[in-house]
Every structure is written in C-alpha cells, then in structure tokens.
C-alpha cells in the first residue's frame, strides 16, 4: 500500500520557520521525482518545489526561492520542506505528491499524493 504521511505544519509567526516532512512507502522512494504543493482558501493548488529522484536537481516556484528548500534522505524514504521567513500569504495546506521518473509541475502529472498538512503563517 502506498503512503504518503506528512508532518510539521502548525501556526508561525511572520518571519518564522518550519519544516515539513513526508514519510514514504510502498513503493521505490528512490526512483520516483517528489514535489510539493500548496492550496490556499479559495485557489487551486499550486507549486511550490520539487527534487529530482537522485536529488541533483531542484526546482522552485518564484515566490518561494530563497526561502524554502526541498531536500530528500533516500535512506529515510523522506522529502524535506525546509520554509523560512514565512510570509502571511505562505499559508495554506501543503501536500507532498511523487512522481516515477522525472519532475514535473503540474499536479495532475504526480501519482502519488499525501493527505497535507495545515501552514498558518499569522502577521
């Protein structure tokens, strides 16, 4: 059975940080791309980051570069969302989503999704 289960969202203060992680299993963490999403009230889901299965490439949407990076321990078949300075308008849900093969930005591209996990960012 396949699973995706995060953890790590809570309420932050403006300029804070957290970081997420999403445990993987079921399937071969290490040849899948991991991305991560977010949707906020009233929006479709969007994306925010993804890495490449070997972990040599990553990817950023602009308005989290130099803020949040994604990382991934193989060995752990986890994914890592490393948010900081967040901003009020960062919060939303986030879900971490896997790929076979390469990454993609589109979330109907992703085969895998976890049940996400609530960011709240207050001013």
């Known amino acids: 059975q396949v699973q995706l289960v995060e953890s790590g969202g809570g309420l932050v203060q403006a300029g804070g940080s957290l970081r997420l992680s999403c445990a993987a299993s079921g399937f071969t963490f290490s040849t899948y791309a991991m991305g991560w999403f977010r949707q906020a009230p009233g929006k479709e889901r969007e994306f925010v980051t993804a890495?490449?299965?070997?972990?040599?490439?990553?990817y950023y949407a602009d308005s989290v570069k130099g803020r949040f990076t994604i990382s991934r321990d193989n060995a752990k078949n986890t994914v890592y969302l490393q948010m900081n300075s967040l901003k009020p308008e960062d919060t939303a849900v986030y879900y971490c989503?896997?790929?076979?093969?390469?990454?993609?930005?589109?979330?109907?591209?992703?085969?895998?999704w976890g049940q996400g996990t609530q960011v709240t960012v207050s001013s």
């Open positions: 989503a896997a790929r076979r093969g390469v990454v993609a930005h589109m979330a109907s591209a992703y085969d895998y």
């Open positions: 890495i490449t299965w070997g972990g040599t490439n990553t």
